[in-house]
């Protein structure tokens, strides 16, 4: 009888999102159906089917694991992530779910910002959960780098925050490796991804505008109070030199790709 962790269909949450729409094709590449969950209903794709799932609230959560084994937790936002992670976890363990893969971010115990602590919290309650579990942090996208260079390099003067550095990593490495990881075994917490190099923040905002031929605007060097400060200026964000991996897809290739010309 063929292995239903073969056939059974990989659930992916976040499937619409930047990060999914890489790891979709990938999944199917690899001969897996997929279940993505959506807020609201689409049509469904050769081998990806889509269901409405409300992740804040739970509502269809339980139906749209029926059947599977493996899940896929792409969906990230702004806030509510630990929100969802209680839902997503809860249901998982009622459908007896067999591997639930998680992407969070490098610095999740360590950066003291709102952002980061919904993220340790969201973490907390994967790694709590009573399935098996792999847990991959990956450091910033280059995509979400670009946003933040392309509002910055706006303005007349572009405040850099001194000692804030960055690690940018394509969002496809990192579907590659969420995959790879999706169709093995529970791993736990695995070695953090970030990208092949480290930046100052008014490096990124440059890069971007000699990619883009937009005029290179003066930078003014600005101090990050508090604590996030300190936790930036010691590196906190970045992956450790030990025990990490790092893709190979650089900011100025990235860019040479998307913006040039």
């Known amino acids: 009888m063929e292995n239903t962790r073969t056939t059974a269909p990989i659930l992916v949450t976040g499937g619409t999102g930047t990060l999914g729409a890489h790891v979709l094709p990938l999944l199917r590449a690899a001969g897996r159906n997929v279940r993505v969950l959506s807020r609201r209903a689409r049509p469904d794709a050769d081998g990806v089917e889509y269901v409405a799932v409300d992740l804040l609230t739970g509502e269809g959560l339980d139906a749209a694991l029926a059947g599977v084994e493996t899940v896929l937790h792409l969906a990230g936002g702004v806030k509510d992530d630990d929100r969802v992670a209680r839902n997503l976890v809860s249901a998982a363990e009622r459908a007896g779910v067999r591997h639930l893969v998680y992407i969070s971010v490098i610095g999740t115990d360590a950066v003291p910002l709102a952002w980061f602590r919904t993220q340790r919290e969201a973490e907390r309650i994967v790694t709590g959960a009573a399935i098996p579990w792999t847990v991959l942090r990956a450091a910033q996208?280059?995509?979400?780098?670009?946003?933040?260079?392309?509002?910055?390099?706006?303005?007349?003067?572009?405040?850099?925050?001194?000692?804030?550095?960055?690690?940018?990593?394509?969002?496809?490495?990192?579907?590659?490796?969420?995959?790879?990881?999706?169709?093995?075994?529970?791993?736990?917490?695995?070695?953090?991804?970030?990208?092949?190099?480290?930046?100052?923040?008014?490096?990124?905002?440059?890069?971007?505008?000699?990619?883009?031929?937009?005029?290179?605007?003066?930078?003014?060097?600005?101090?990050?109070?508090?604590?996030?400060?300190?936790?930036?200026?010691?590196?906190?964000?970045?992956?450790?030199?030990?025990?990490?991996?790092?893709?190979r897809r650089t900011w100025e290739a990235f860019l040479a790709e998307r913006v040039a010309g």
């Open 141 to 247: 996208f280059h995509d979400l780098v670009l946003t933040v260079a392309e509002k910055m390099a706006k303005l007349p003067v572009v405040p850099v925050p001194g000692g804030v550095r960055l690690e940018p990593v394509d969002a496809r490495e990192v579907a590659q490796r969420l995959v790879e990881l999706a169709l093995g075994e529970p791993a736990g917490r695995v070695a953090d991804l970030a990208g092949p190099r480290v930046y100052g923040l008014g490096e990124l905002v440059a890069g971007y505008a000699a990619a883009s031929g937009r005029k290179r605007r003066p930078q003014l060097g600005v101090r990050m109070p508090g604590r996030a400060g300190k936790a930036y200026r010691a590196g906190d964000n970045l992956a450790t030199v030990n025990g990490s991996e790092r893709g």
